[in-house]
């Protein structure tokens, strides 16, 4: 399967801002990024189509969070910024390449591989 590494995360401040990466192995399809604080259930952050044209978000991350791609280099982004200490999380991204019949899906069954997930601390 694609094997899928996250980098990025770290210690912020209150409104400062942070970009995630997630590099793969393979050619992925749809690509998503969940998270997980601690104590909470793992909640989903954000989607992309493999195109890059077609985008999916949370509620609560629109107009902060910025999901993109780059397919020449095999990685998904995820651009966070005016960063609020609720944002603290264990960030994963997770991938879909075996069909692209499930792009911009919430549900992480329909996801084909995980990272092993990057820590993101906000203090305020």
């Known amino acids: 399967q694609v094997q899928l590494v996250e980098s990025g995360g770290g210690l912020v401040q209150a409104g400062d801002s942070l970009r995630l990466s997630c590099a793969a192995s393979?050619?992925?399809?749809?690509s998503g990024w969940f998270r997980q604080a601690p104590g909470k259930e793992r909640e989903f952050v954000a989607a992309?189509?493999?195109?890059?044209?077609?985008?999916y978000y949370a509620d609560s991350m629109k107009g902060r969070f910025t999901i993109s791609r780059d397919n020449a280099k095999n990685t998904v982004y995820l651009q966070m910024n005016s960063l609020k200490a609720e944002d603290t999380a264990v960030y994963s991204c997770?991938?879909?390449?075996?069909?692209?019949?499930?792009?911009?899906?919430?549900?992480?069954?329909?996801?084909?591989?995980w990272g092993q997930g990057t820590q993101v601390t906000v203090s305020s």
């Open positions: 997770a991938a879909q390449y075996s069909s692209r019949s499930f792009q911009l899906t919430t549900v992480p069954e329909h996801y084909d591989s």
């Open positions: 393979g050619r992925t399809f749809g």
């Open positions: 992309i189509t493999w195109t890059g044209t077609n985008t």
